[in-house]
């Protein structure tokens, strides 16, 4: 679809840029006013129908039978490098496919999270948190978004997968490049050494098996290929990295601004928890996404949608609009789509409240003062059409100083990498 055939011949509104970023609610808004489905560009030229109503949501998220999450019709109908491609190109994985391909490639990364425990989970969490903690400690400022947020989920992840602790520098830097370039070559570099280190890395594993992700995905009995597993490790860092490094920032800065919170430290009303559950209400750190194509023209919520044409359901607008739900307060945080619903819903959710609540413990713990610089009205969000995320969290707090004993706990160890400039 192009941005001249919309709904009603209404113009398509605009999710890419600094507006949408800085107030998502606002174009929430305007986009209502279409009904449960809106027609919306995601970067120039590039249309796409967007759900933004609960119930709509929830009925397309569960009908297999008219949607499918194969893109390829789609894809072949936009330039190779448009700029959306990498969040929605086709890959052999389980994000994009459907039936039994998806069952087999869903239970992969499944059954290798369910092997790890819990408790092992918070603790390699806790150590990712610490090494970073240590390299701004002793500075008294900070930015938690560029040194703990964003690197935390990626030394986690380095520790899943089983690299040595001193090969990580070469999974941050490509990754760091890839998110940060602001041109394509830069990009494509990057992302280009980024899926070489993933391919290098599952040729080890190949070689020599360890109790890593990585084997687990290569030992799997639904029998994947080489390169299968790579799309596999791919999707797993792609999945799990911005969307947790944008909980934990989100969450954090709520924390550090509301002082129902603050005040909680003493008081334990209201924890890290309930923090990351109202950002995942309010702020849900996939935003817009869950692309769907109807598998023959249908008719939804009373827009006619052809075969092919891209449909994102907007997690960030249905929450806020929950029609279908019933009324009156609610004890359960409220029902909500933050982690998608039906047969590709995040596979892993628990995984990750895990490792965000811990995140977010371990530095207000080691931290206890930590203080926002900016207040939260003025914080700068990243652009893009698909997440809610903070560009900066900038902070003070009493510096700490590693050798100060019975202070802090993270002495052990080395530091993940420089710290940055
Ligand atoms: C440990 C970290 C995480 C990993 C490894 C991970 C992995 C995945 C994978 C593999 C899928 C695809 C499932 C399928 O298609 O069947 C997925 C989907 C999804 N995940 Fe996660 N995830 C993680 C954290 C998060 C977080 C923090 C959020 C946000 C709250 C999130 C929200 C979602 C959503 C909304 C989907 C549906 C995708 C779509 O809209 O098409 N995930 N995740």
Same mark, same amino acid.
């Given at each position: ?41 995601? %970067?120039?030229?590039?249309? #796409?129908? @967007? =759900?933004? !109503? *609960?119930?709509?949501? &929830?009925? $397309? ?75 701004? %400690?002793?500075?008294?400022? #900070?930015? @938690? =978004?560029? !040194? *703990?947020?964003?690197? &935390?989920? $990626? ?267």
């Amino acid at each position: 679809m192009t941005s001249h055939a919309h709904v009603n011949h209404m113009p398509a509104i605009p999710l890419y840029g600094p507006d949408f970023a800085a107030h998502p609610q606002a174009v929430y808004a305007r986009l209502r006013e279409y009904g449960q489905v809106a027609p919306v560009d995601i %970067a120039p030229g590039v249309g #796409a129908y @967007l =759900v933004v !109503g *609960y119930r709509a949501a &929830l009925d $397309l998220l569960h009908d297999t039978a008219t949607w499918s999450k194969d893109p390829r019709a789609w894809q072949a109908t936009v330039p190779p490098d448009c700029p959306v491609l990498p969040m929605l190109g086709w890959r052999p994985n389980p994000l994009t496919s459907d039936g039994e391909t998806h069952a087999r490639y869903r239970r992969v990364i499944t059954d290798a999270f369910a092997m790890i425990e819990p408790h092992t989970l918070r603790a390699e969490t806790a150590r990712a948190a610490d090494s970073l903690i240590r390299r701004f %400690a002793a500075a008294g400022t #900070a930015d @938690l =978004v560029a !040194g *703990y947020a964003r690197p &935390l989920p $990626l030394v986690l992840f380095n520790q899943l997968f089983g690299v040595p602790y001193e090969d990580h520098d070469r999974l941050l830097a490509p990754m760091a490049g890839m998110l940060e370039a602001q041109n394509p070559e830069e990009a494509t570099r990057a992302g280009a050494e980024f899926e070489e280190y993933v391919a290098e890395l599952v040729a080890v594993k190949q070689r020599r098996r360890g109790p890593d992700l990585i084997s687990r995905y290569l030992d799997h009995p639904a029998g994947l290929s080489a390169e299968e597993v790579v799309h596999h490790v791919v999707l797993t860092l792609a999945a799990g990295n911005e969307p947790t490094a944008n909980l934990i920032s989100n969450a954090l800065s709520r924390m550090l601004s509301d002082d129902r919170y603050f005040s909680s430290l003493a008081g334990g009303a209201l924890t890290a928890r309930d923090a990351v559950h109202d950002v995942l209400r309010n702020e849900p750190p996939l935003a817009n996404y869950g692309a769907h194509f109807p598998r023959t023209a249908v008719d939804f919520h009373g827009v006619r949608i052809q075969a092919g044409q891209l449909v994102l359901v907007s997690y960030a607008a249905a929450n806020t609009t929950p029609d279908g739900l019933p009324p009156g307060p609610r004890t359960d945080g409220g029902a909500h789509l933050a982690w998608s619903a039906g047969p590709h819903a995040c596979p892993v959710r628990g995984h990750a409240l895990l490792v965000a609540t811990t995140a977010i413990e371990q530095i207000t713990s080691h931290l206890c003062d930590l203080e926002p610089t900016v207040p939260r009205s003025r914080l700068p969000w990243r652009p893009g059409p698909f997440h809610t995320a903070l560009a900066q969290l900038p902070v003070r707090f009493s510096p700490v100083h590693p050798e100060q004993a019975g202070i802090t706990p993270w002495t052990e160890g080395p530091a993940a990498g420089p710290a940055p400039s």
